[in-house]
Protein backbone atom coordinates (compact mmCIF):
# COMPACT_ATOMS: atom_id res chain seq x y z
CA UNK A 1 0.00 0.00 0.00
CA UNK A 2 1.60 3.42 -1.09
CA UNK A 3 0.66 6.62 -0.84
CA UNK A 4 1.94 9.63 -2.28
CA UNK A 5 2.85 13.27 -1.36
CA UNK A 6 1.42 14.80 0.91
CA UNK A 7 -0.84 12.34 1.87
CA UNK A 8 0.62 12.42 5.05
CA UNK A 9 -1.19 15.22 5.97
CA UNK A 10 -4.52 13.84 5.21
CA UNK A 11 -7.29 14.88 7.73
CA UNK A 12 -5.63 18.89 7.71
CA UNK A 13 -5.17 19.51 4.18
CA UNK A 14 -8.10 20.51 1.83
CA UNK A 15 -10.43 18.80 4.27
CA UNK A 16 -13.51 19.97 2.02
CA UNK A 17 -11.75 17.25 -0.86
CA UNK A 18 -10.28 15.01 0.72
CA UNK A 19 -12.19 14.88 4.10
CA UNK A 20 -11.12 14.53 7.71
CA UNK A 21 -10.22 11.23 7.78
CA UNK A 22 -5.93 11.03 8.81
CA UNK A 23 -3.92 8.55 6.73
CA UNK A 24 -3.49 6.60 10.22
CA UNK A 25 -7.45 5.88 10.16
CA UNK A 26 -7.11 4.80 6.70
CA UNK A 27 -4.71 2.40 7.13
CA UNK A 28 -6.61 1.30 10.38
CA UNK A 29 -9.24 0.30 7.94
CA UNK A 30 -7.44 -0.96 5.49
CA UNK A 31 -5.46 -3.41 8.11
CA UNK A 32 -9.06 -3.93 9.66
CA UNK A 33 -10.15 -5.53 5.96
CA UNK A 34 -7.11 -7.32 5.66
CA UNK A 35 -7.04 -9.23 8.56
CA UNK A 36 -10.56 -10.55 7.23
CA UNK A 37 -9.17 -11.07 3.69
CA UNK A 38 -6.15 -13.30 5.56
CA UNK A 39 -3.51 -11.36 3.84
CA UNK A 40 -0.75 -8.73 5.19
CA UNK A 41 -0.32 -5.36 3.88
CA UNK A 42 3.04 -3.23 4.19
CA UNK A 43 1.86 0.87 4.70
CA UNK A 44 4.61 3.22 2.81
CA UNK A 45 3.95 7.18 2.26
CA UNK A 46 6.57 9.34 0.87
CA UNK A 47 6.66 12.75 -0.57
CA UNK A 48 9.80 11.64 -2.64
CA UNK A 49 9.03 9.74 -6.04
CA UNK A 50 12.14 7.84 -6.29
CA UNK A 51 10.82 6.10 -2.73
CA UNK A 52 7.76 5.23 -4.19
CA UNK A 53 10.00 3.94 -7.22
CA UNK A 54 12.40 1.39 -5.08
CA UNK A 55 9.21 0.39 -2.80
CA UNK A 56 8.01 -0.55 -6.49
CA UNK A 57 11.07 -2.46 -7.29
CA UNK A 58 11.00 -4.02 -4.03
CA UNK A 59 7.39 -5.13 -4.38
CA UNK A 60 7.96 -7.41 -7.38
CA UNK A 61 10.12 -9.49 -4.94
CA UNK A 62 7.59 -9.62 -2.05
CA UNK A 63 4.47 -8.87 -2.77
CA UNK A 64 1.38 -10.14 -4.78
CA UNK A 65 -0.03 -7.12 -5.66
CA UNK A 66 0.01 -3.23 -5.27
CA UNK A 67 -2.19 -0.34 -4.26
CA UNK A 68 -0.83 2.57 -4.73
CA UNK A 69 -2.34 6.12 -4.34
CA UNK A 70 0.48 8.34 -6.24
CA UNK A 71 -1.11 11.44 -5.27
CA UNK A 72 -0.13 14.09 -7.88
CA UNK A 73 2.26 11.52 -9.37
CA UNK A 74 -0.50 10.22 -11.24
CA UNK A 75 -0.16 13.29 -13.26
CA UNK A 76 3.04 13.73 -14.20
CA UNK A 77 5.32 10.78 -13.38
CA UNK A 78 6.47 8.23 -16.33
CA UNK A 79 9.17 6.88 -13.99
CA UNK A 80 6.47 5.54 -12.08
CA UNK A 81 4.44 4.34 -14.65
CA UNK A 82 7.29 2.20 -16.54
CA UNK A 83 8.21 0.69 -12.45
CA UNK A 84 4.23 0.00 -12.43
CA UNK A 85 4.78 -1.56 -16.41
CA UNK A 86 8.02 -3.50 -15.59
CA UNK A 87 7.24 -5.27 -12.29
CA UNK A 88 5.05 -7.56 -13.75
CA UNK A 89 2.41 -7.47 -10.95
CA UNK A 90 -1.07 -5.81 -10.30
CA UNK A 91 -0.83 -2.59 -9.64
CA UNK A 92 -4.32 -1.14 -8.54
CA UNK A 93 -4.47 2.94 -8.10
CA UNK A 94 -6.51 4.79 -5.86
CA UNK A 95 -7.54 8.50 -5.62
CA UNK A 96 -9.37 9.55 -2.75
CA UNK A 97 -11.25 12.43 -4.89
CA UNK A 98 -12.65 11.91 -8.28
CA UNK A 99 -9.92 13.66 -10.36
CA UNK A 100 -12.13 14.02 -13.45
CA UNK A 101 -14.16 16.04 -11.08
CA UNK A 102 -11.97 18.40 -10.72
CA UNK A 103 -9.58 20.98 -12.23
CA UNK A 104 -8.91 19.97 -16.04
CA UNK A 105 -5.01 19.17 -14.92
CA UNK A 106 -6.08 16.07 -13.01
CA UNK A 107 -7.72 14.67 -15.62
CA UNK A 108 -4.32 13.45 -17.36
CA UNK A 109 -3.40 10.36 -15.68
CA UNK A 110 -0.39 9.22 -17.07
CA UNK A 111 -0.52 5.72 -15.03
CA UNK A 112 -3.59 4.35 -16.41
CA UNK A 113 -2.48 2.48 -19.16
CA UNK A 114 -0.36 0.43 -16.92
CA UNK A 115 -2.62 -0.31 -13.52
CA UNK A 116 -5.12 -2.80 -13.81
CA UNK A 117 -7.57 -0.31 -12.51
CA UNK A 118 -8.43 2.59 -10.71
CA UNK A 119 -10.92 3.10 -7.92
CA UNK A 120 -12.09 6.54 -7.49
CA UNK A 121 -13.51 9.16 -5.49
CA UNK A 122 -14.84 7.38 -2.88
CA UNK A 123 -12.46 8.97 -0.03
CA UNK A 124 -10.69 6.43 2.44
CA UNK A 125 -12.81 3.72 1.40
CA UNK A 126 -11.10 4.28 -2.28
CA UNK A 127 -8.07 2.41 -0.33
CA UNK A 128 -10.26 -0.51 1.10
CA UNK A 129 -11.93 -1.71 -2.62
CA UNK A 130 -8.50 -1.08 -4.17
CA UNK A 131 -6.95 -3.72 -1.24
CA UNK A 132 -10.07 -6.26 -2.42
CA UNK A 133 -9.56 -5.61 -5.92
CA UNK A 134 -5.90 -6.42 -5.48
CA UNK A 135 -6.29 -9.52 -3.52
CA UNK A 136 -8.94 -10.75 -6.02
CA UNK A 137 -6.56 -10.09 -8.67
CA UNK A 138 -3.28 -11.58 -7.26
CA UNK A 139 -5.65 -14.75 -6.12
CA UNK A 140 -6.82 -14.71 -10.20
CA UNK A 141 -10.48 -14.02 -9.24
CA UNK A 142 -10.92 -11.36 -11.77
CA UNK A 143 -9.17 -11.34 -14.93
Known amino acids: ?14 PEVYGHHTLEDVQRMVEERAQ ?7 FVQSNH ?10 ARLDCEAV ?10 SIA ?5 AAIRIPVVEVHLS ?6 AFRRRMVLAPVVR ?5 FGPQSYVLGLEA ?10
Open 80 to 84: LRDAI
Open 98 to 103: NPYARE
Open 1 to 14: MLSGPNLNLLGERE
Open 117 to 121: GQVLG
Open 36 to 42: QLGVEVR
Open 49 to 58: EGVLLDELHR
Open 67 to 76: VINPGAFTHT
Open 134 to 143: AVHLARGETQ
